[in-house]
């Protein structure tokens, strides 16, 4: 595949498969992912619950385990295929070249420690400071997060935080190590509508401060709609369309594109219901033939059910895996 | 009936080695218990059946040993193997009777105390915790010394000890189904308490209710056996296999190993039973897991 | 804090009392002491006269108070057997059935809690099976059987330790303690092992059900995702948040093991209060009984008590209330 990008990316993903073997079938939750993340971009890796995405964030740091595994394909850091690292290699490049932002901040941090000692792990595993420069650097970057009394609030534990509060202490986790590209799954899905904002722009500032790249997975197309330089869209396990964010989502060409920002509620113009994509996603132990979108496909024809559609180029940035896809300007 | 064939629970208990086992197990023992005692030719208990002549017999594969009794026998003539047929009969009733006895007190109190709530529930409530901060063992054996030995005084014994557990768990169910909303509901619409015990209350606590109860059979089995070994159980009359293996405790330092041995492996072996089914049920209709 | 101290003492005098009611309660309504201390052919006169020095001809409710007031002094009255008193005979006997279960409590966690680290750690292997299986056959195994056979086998058949009795003992701080002595060590093998059977299966269970609840939780996959190795993840991590459940029921299996030191005592003919109860119950020596009975409640409720206490601090997220 032609690379969308002109300078070499920092992180290159080529069809990547991850399956989970359960007793009752095997899931094929990641059939085949491709895509490329810049340095200094911002990519949003959007779709639906269960479609995937997290498995990707999980693959990339290795995180998978039984009864998933990575059944193919490459992950390429700088050139670098990360799948067939060893454990030693993919350990330093967790929380150092590639850190993650998890989605429960509830639950992201060990109860029984303190968040000094949380953030303390971090440096002492992937830097030579001393005891004192570690403190201070862990006291700079919860001030750098807009926690305030950083020093006093390192001795003390996740539960006295707020939900607001423990996932900044969650994303200062993260930037700690200066990492290159920060892996963010659903990083506001948890929050208060209110702490959501607050949370996306001090990322936003993080990751402009120290040019680092992010992959921001979510399956809100409004968040990323804001936040990403491009997208990538997942349907049960394969990537539907990609490309620059404003080319997307203002002529998407796939139509589960198209489905996803009709469903968003627009406050401007008035009807009487909320659009939805019709149907459900389909059992992934048992994805029908053809393409996995027909069912709910307002354009599905009889060919959509004989073959599989592959990424092509549409016009612009975009390429899309359908037989039909929409042109700029058609509405359905 | 041929659902349940086709059932999830079916499958899974396929599957499990230890489910199989445990519920064969327990299936021998029954059939033991019940036919056991027409398929041996002596009566260990009709004194006119003994012979002194064969009194400590070993097994029958060591030397000395006599094929008429093949785990040896006693001081008495007795034949190892018939004694134990007898004695699981007795020790599986207890366990069983005792088992059902506490089962229904125990929820009876817990739906007492969730439903009325106030001072029946402190009450009720307040024994349970003190209860619990002590070993069961130690109050049945307290229990036993005060009103004498029988199988009668040890059933009590035994559910004084085993409701505890089935009214906390009936009593938890019972406040949360009353605080939810479809029947406060129905309660304004005039549901009468005993349809929400039989509609709403019993079918939520039915799968906890059943895993707790098979477990504590064998749990009782094993207590009922402590205390006739210390000689506050079972009359010498009605020997359960605590019993027998107490009788054999005398004769141990004589090397006289199988009386008191086999009657050991048979409640280890009941017990485990019963335990490895029982923990397949809990997996198996454990709902937090699904 | 203090207002927590004084509400759990004021809980634990409460639990106490009620148990010295339930205590008296029993032990009146079960047999005529009066026998025990006549001779067979006593006189109509001479049981009456001992029945009023024995106190037995007043009111149940007077003999409460009295009951509870000599509780309260430490004053239970002499055992029926021994002429001495009673507190004096179980206090003698204490430290034998504290070294007892000491040792048992030390042997099973010794041997419970790595082997449920691992068979947590690694549900599916073929060694973690075992363990589980081993586990549950030793929660089903009757303890007196066990000591029964370990008996047989060792002391009987092998003649490698011996079958009964305590050993030699050392002093130490006024008390007699046969730990302090090879002689002790080689007695206390066979009883402690015994007794510590069935608190290891418990423990080994709940350590390793700790472990997997423990695995799927999500900050340790995230610590994972910081570059930490997968072993610091589980002992540094994982393993103290699998503990707490254990710390809860270590108060109830210290309870259970002195429980079932009563059995283990009169296997082994091990001298301590456990054997001093069953003998008493034998003889319907009541003093006995009654302070057996009294001081093996304060002391779980004291243990009770300190688990608490331990909990909250290993929890930071749990508050004395």
């Known amino acids: 595949m032609t690379t ?46 269960g479609g995937g995405k997290s498995v990707v964030g999980f693959s990339i740091l290795g995180l998978i385990d039984s009864p998933g595994k990575i059944e193919g394909g490459q992950i390429l850091l700088d050139g670098q295929d990360l799948v067939s690292a060893g454990e030693n290699r993919l350990r330093q490049v967790r929380g150092r070249e590639i850190s993650m932002v998890f989605q429960d901040p509830m639950t992201s941090l060990n109860p029984l420690h303190t968040v000094g000692r949380q953030m303390d792990e971090v440096l002492c595993l992937h830097s030579d400071l001393d005891a004192a420069a570690r403190k201070q650097a862990c006291i700079d970057m919860l001030e750098s997060v807009g926690i305030s009394r950083a020093e006093e609030r390192l001795k003390a534990y996740p539960h006295q935080f707020s939900g607001g509060m423990r996932q900044r202490v969650v994303i200062a986790i993260a930037m700690l190590a200066r990492p290159r590209l920060i892996i963010a799954d659903e990083p506001t899905t948890a929050l208060d509508v209110t702490i959501q904002s607050q949370i996306l722009k001090l990322m936003r500032q993080q990751i402009a401060d120290k ?122 | 009936m041929t659902g349940f064939f086709h059932s999830e629970f079916f499958h899974n208990y396929k599957r499990s080695t230890s489910a199989i086992i445990g519920s064969a197990l327990m299936a021998f023992f029954a059939f033991a218990v019940l036919a056991g005692p027409f398929l041996v030719a002596q009566d260990p208990y009709d004194i006119a059946a003994l012979n002194l002549m064969d009194s400590y017999k070993p097994p029958m594969w060591l030397e000395g040993g006599d094929p008429r009794f093949p785990l040896g026998t006693d001081g008495q003539g007795r034949d190892v193997w018939a004694s134990i047929l007898y004695g699981a009969r007795i020790s ?63 059933l009590i014994a035994l559910t004084a000890v085993g409701w505890v557990v089935y009214a906390r768990t009936v009593r938890g169910s019972t406040l949360s189904e009353i605080e939810k909303e479809y029947v406060q509901a129905a309660k304004v619409a005039g549901l009468s308490n005993r349809k929400i015990i039989r509609k709403h209350v019993l079918p939520n606590v039915l799968t906890p209710l059943i895993v707790i109860a098979t477990i504590q059979v064998g749990t009782f089995v094993l207590i009922e056996a402590s205390l006739s070994f210390l000689g506050v159980g079972v009359p010498i009359t009605q020997p359960s296999l605590g019993l027998l293996i107490k009788n054999g405790f005398d004769v141990l330092f004589s090397g006289l190993w199988w009386t008191s041995v086999f009657p050991g492996v048979a409640i280890m072996t009941l017990v485990f039973g019963i335990n490895l089914f029982g923990d397949f049920l809990r997996d198996e209709l454990n709902p937090r897991l699904k | 804090m203090f207002g927590y101290l004084l509400k759990r003492l004021i809980q634990m005098t409460l639990v106490l009392w009620v148990v010295s009611v339930i205590v008296f309660l029993m032990m009146s309504f079960t047999g005529d002491p009066v026998f025990m201390v006549v001779p067979i052919d006593a006189t109509d006169a001479e049981i009456a006269q001992a029945r009023r020095l024995l106190g037995l001809d007043q009111s149940l409710l007077v003999q409460y108070g009295k009951f509870l007031t000599s509780l309260v002094q430490g004053d239970f009255g002499n055992s029926y057997v021994f002429r001495q008193p009673a507190m004096t005979l179980i206090l003698e006997r204490m430290p034998a059935t504290v070294e007892m279960v000491l040792v048992a409590m030390a042997l099973a966690i010794v041997v419970a809690i790595p082997l449920g680290v691992y068979a947590g750690a690694n549900p599916n292997s073929r060694i973690s099976r075992v363990i589980m299986a081993g586990s ?136 301590g209060m456990g054997k001093l109860l069953i003998d008493s119950i034998y003889r319907a020596d009541r003093p006995v009984i009654v302070v057996y009975l009294m001081l093996v409640a304060l002391i779980f409720v004291v243990i009770n008590f300190i688990v608490d206490i331990v909990y909250t601090l290993i929890d930071p997220r749990i508050t004395l209330k």
């Open chain 1, 4 to 49: 969308q990008i002109k300078s070499k990316p920092l992180l290159a993903v080529q069809d990547l498969h991850t399956h989970f073997h359960t007793f009752a079938g095997t899931v094929k939750a990641v059939n085949g992912v491709s895509f490329e993340v810049g340095a200094g971009e911002v990519m949003g890796l959007v779709g639906e619950s």
């Open chain 1, 211 to 332: 040019g680092a790249s992010m992959i921001l997975i979510t399956h809100d197309l409004a968040v990323v709609s804001e936040m990403a330089d491009h997208i990538t869209v997942l349907y049960c396990g394969n990537v539907v369309e990609r490309g620059k964010t404003r080319e997307l989502i203002e002529t998407p060409t796939h139509p589960y594109t198209r489905g996803l920002i009709d469903s968003i509620p627009d406050t401007a113009e008035r009807h009487d219901r909320l659009k939805q994509i019709p149907g459900s996603v389909p059992d992934i132990r048992n994805l029908p033939k053809g393409c996995n979108f027909k069912d709910r496909c307002p354009r599905a024809q009889a060919l959509c059910a004989e073959r599989e559609p592959t990424l092509t180029a549409q016009h612009g940035s975009l390429w899309a895996a359908c037989h039909f896809p929409l042109k700029p300007g058609e509405l359905a």
């Open chain 2, 92 to 154: 599986v009733f207890i366990g069983l009777v005792a088992m059902i006895a506490s089962c229904t007190l125990g929820t009876l109190l817990g739906l007492i105390a969730g439903f009325y709530g106030g001072i029946a529930d402190a009450i009720i409530m307040r024994i349970a915790d003190i209860q619990l901060s002590f070993p069961s063992i130690l109050i049945a054996l307290f229990l036993m010394s005060a009103v004498g030995t029988g199988i009668d005084k040890v």
């Open chain 3, 136 to 271: 549950l056959l030793g929660i089903s195994l009757p303890g007196f059987w066990v000591g029964m056979v370990l008996i047989y086998l060792f002391a009987v058949h092998w003649g490698v330790f011996p079958s009964s009795g305590r050993g030699d003992t050392a002093e130490f701080l006024g008390l007699r303690i046969s730990l302090l002595t090879w002689d002790g060590w080689h007695h206390i093998m066979l009883p402690a092992i015994t007794l510590s059977l069935g608190t290891m299966a418990i423990l080994l269970r709940m350590t390793r059900a700790g472990m997997m609840e423990v695995g799927r939780q999500d900050f340790m996959k995230f610590a994972r995702a910081k570059g930490a190795t997968r072993r610091d993840v589980l002992y540094k991590h994982g393993l103290k948040n699998a503990l707490i459940p254990v710390v809860t029921i270590f108060g109830l299996q210290l309870g259970d093991l002195i429980a079932f030191a009563t059995i283990t005592e009169t296997i082994f003919s091990w001298p």
